[in-house]
């Protein structure tokens, strides 16, 4: 069993700062890419950044500039530093991995969400 819980959401003033923080536990034998995605009311789920488990980073445009995607492979956990916010940003952000089990089985991961708020 993996599990994948986020932490860091909340209310913010647009152009504010949050750190959210996705951490793996279980029964993990290596992480592949870990990404976050977001989903705002009535829309659908989004690629917000990915991070390979080399290093390689790769970011959404609407994003670029103001977030920044970082791993601690010692953890399994991940990190969204977002700056500079905009009402826009405003959704349930999720962490995904790519997840190699002790059993050497290749599964998808989600978290179960965490929800930021970005007051105008």
């Known amino acids: 069993q993996v599990q994948l819980v986020e932490s860091g959401g909340g209310l913010v003033q647009a152009g504010g700062s949050l750190r959210l923080a996705c951490a793996g536990s279980?029964?993990?034998?290596?992480?592949?890419?870990m990404a976050w995605y977001r989903q705002a009311p009535e829309k659908q789920r989004e690629l917000v950044a990915t991070?390979?488990?080399?290093?390689?980073?790769d970011y959404a445009d609407y994003v670029k500039g103001r977030f920044t995607i970082s791993r601690d492979n010692a953890k399994n956990t991940v990190y969204l530093q977002m700056s500079n916010l905009k009402p826009e940003g405003a959704a349930v952000y999720y962490c995904?991995?790519?997840?190699?089990?002790?059993?050497?089985?290749?599964?998808?991961?989600w978290g179960q969400g965490t929800q930021v708020t970005v007051s105008s």
């Open positions: 279980g029964a993990i034998f290596s992480i592949n890419t």
């Open positions: 995904n991995a790519d997840v190699v089990t002790r059993w050497f089985e290749r599964r998808d991961y």
């Open positions: 991070i390979t488990g080399g290093g390689s980073i």
